[in-house]
Structures are given as C-alpha cells and as structure tokens.
C-alpha cells in the first residue's frame, strides 16, 4: 500500500537524456507511464516534486542554459509544483528536499525518472538511508547500455534489472505502475 500523500518524486525527465549520444536505452514507455502517474498525483491532489539536474561538466547536454537541461513536456511542473535543482547524483544534496519534506510531514517517496542506475537509484538509497519509505517504479525509470571496466558491454535492460534488485527489500520497495496507481492515490480513493 502507498502511504496516503506519499510524493510522487520525479526525477532528471529532461530532454537531454534523448540525445543520442548516450546510446541504447531501455523502456521507451517509461515517459508515459510518468505520465499517467503524474496525472494520478494531481487529480488525488497529493503532493509532486520535481528535480533536475545541471550538470557542471564542460560540454554536457544537461548544462545549464542548454535545451536538454530542460525538462520534458509530460513531466513539466505545475505552477505550485517545487522544483529542486542538482548537479550531482542525489536529489538530497545540495537541495533542501529533505527539509521540505519534513517540514510537510511528508514520510514517504515514489521515485520516477532517469536514469534508473544513476540518480534514481543514489536518491532511493539516499531516501532510505534518511528514513523516508521509499518506492521506485520499474517501469516509469529507464536507463542505457553501460561498459564495464573490463570493457564488456551491460545491456541497459539488464542494468536496469540488476539497479532494481540491488534497491528492492533494502532501501526501497519496487513496483510497476499499475500497482502503484493500485495501491496509491487511485486506490485511495475508493
């Protein structure tokens, strides 16, 4: 069961991540499965929480002022909407999330977003440390293609997976979008 006004945490849907450099990604419905959560959130009128990352890397696609630093469209903030900016992995660093969340009384995460191995997985883990009950959704999250340091070539499906199962059970709950809509502000309100 979602805690009733868990936030719905969304983080990185930037437009950068589209670039091609990054290389093959899984889950190309991850976006819209953002989507429908988002929409879920603010019909219930539960609290959303945006987070984008500004890189401070020469060059990078997510650096500031450039068009793939902005945020996509079907994950864009509502007016009321707090926006936390980053440049590094974790949502909690650098940012007055956590204050923001206790402040509220808010207790617990549903984390969305990309890239499932970096900054959703160092935020979930964060989130948990911190004592925050924390969800990621597996299939509103997506990552890509990874190379190790031995040089062999980690599919992304596969990162994901193994990014899921090293969360799951320790610092965060998994689950899909059809059971978090389920289990959250859809099920809520019956």
Not at 100 to 118: F, K, M, Y
Request: proline share 6%; charged share 20%.
């Amino acid at each position: 069961m979602i805690p009733r006004e868990a936030a719905l945490l969304l983080v990185d849907v930037q437009q950068g991540f589209d670039a091609p450099g990054w290389g093959e990604r899984n889950n190309p419905d991850a976006e819209r499965n953002i989507a429908r959560l988002l929409e879920a959130w603010r019909k219930a009128g539960w609290p959303v929480l945006h987070v984008q990352h500004i890189s401070v890397e020469p060059g990078s696609v997510l650096g500031p002022g450039q068009p793939g630093a902005e945020l996509k469209p079907e994950a864009a903030p509502a007016t009321e909407e707090p926006l936390f900016r980053k440049n590094v992995n974790s949502a909690f660093i650098g940012t007055d999330l956590e204050a923001h969340l206790r402040e509220r009384g808010i207790e617990a995460l549903v984390i969305v977003g990309l890239t499932t191995n970096h900054c959703v997985s160092t935020t979930a883990r964060m989130s948990g440390n911190l004592g925050f009950e924390t969800f990621v959704v597996d299939d509103a999250t997506a990552t890509f293609d990874r190379v190790g340091h031995d040089g062999r070539r980690y599919a992304a499906a596969e990162v994901h997976a193994i990014s899921l199962a090293s969360l799951h059970g320790e610092f965060a709950t998994v689950l899909g979008t059809d059971e978090v809509l389920a289990a959250g502000p859809l099920g809520a309100q019956d």
